[in-house]
C-alpha cells in the first residue's frame, strides 16, 4: 500500500503564488494533481510521467502551474503561480505505481493513491 503526505497549501491573495508537495512511501511511475472546488467534481490539474518526464495540464492551469519531481526522492510538487479566485479548492495528490498511457493521466480512477489533500484559498 503506497501512502501519500502533502503539504504546502494555504492562503494567498490573486495573482500570489504557492507549492504543494507530496511524498510517497514508494517509488511511483505517474504521479498527479487534482482538486476538488466547493461544490463542484473533483478535476485533473497535472501528471507527470516519471519515465521520459512527460507533463501533462489541463487547460484551466497551463502555462501558470508546473509539475515537477524530485530527482532523488518519491516526491512531486506543484508549482502554482499567477493564482486566481477560481484556483480555489482542495488539492489532492494521486499516484500509480505504473506508467499511465496519454489517453489515461487525466482519469481519476487510474490512480489507486491519493493523499488526504490540502486546501488552497485564493482570494480576490
Known amino acids: 500500500q503506497v501512502e501519500l503526505v502533502e503539504s504546502g497549501g494555504g492562503l494567498v491573495q490573486a495573482g500570489g503564488s504557492l507549492r504543494l508537495s507530496c511524498a510517497a512511501s514508494e517509488r511511483i511511475g505517474t504521479m498527479a494533481w487534482f482538486r476538488q472546488a466547493p461544490g463542484k467534481q473533483r478535476e485533473f490539474v497535472a501528471t507527470?510521467?516519471?519515465?521520459?518526464?512527460?507533463?501533462f495540464y489541463a487547460e484551466s492551469v497551463e502555462g501558470r502551474f508546473v509539475i515537477s519531481r524530485d530527482n532523488t526522492e518519491n516526491k512531486w510538487y506543484l508549482q502554482m503561480d499567477s493564482l486566481k479566485p477560481e484556483d480555489t479548492a482542495r488539492y489532492y495528490c494521486?499516484?500509480?505505481?505504473?506508467?499511465?498511457?496519454?489517453?489515461?493521466?487525466?482519469?481519476?480512477?487510474?490512480?489507486?493513491?491519493w493523499g488526504q489533500g490540502t486546501e488552497v484559498t485564493v482570494s480576490s
Open positions: 494521486a499516484a500509480a505505481v505504473n506508467r499511465l498511457i496519454n489517453t489515461a493521466v487525466a482519469m481519476q480512477h487510474m490512480y489507486p493513491y
Open positions: 507527470l510521467r516519471r519515465s521520459g518526464g512527460s507533463t
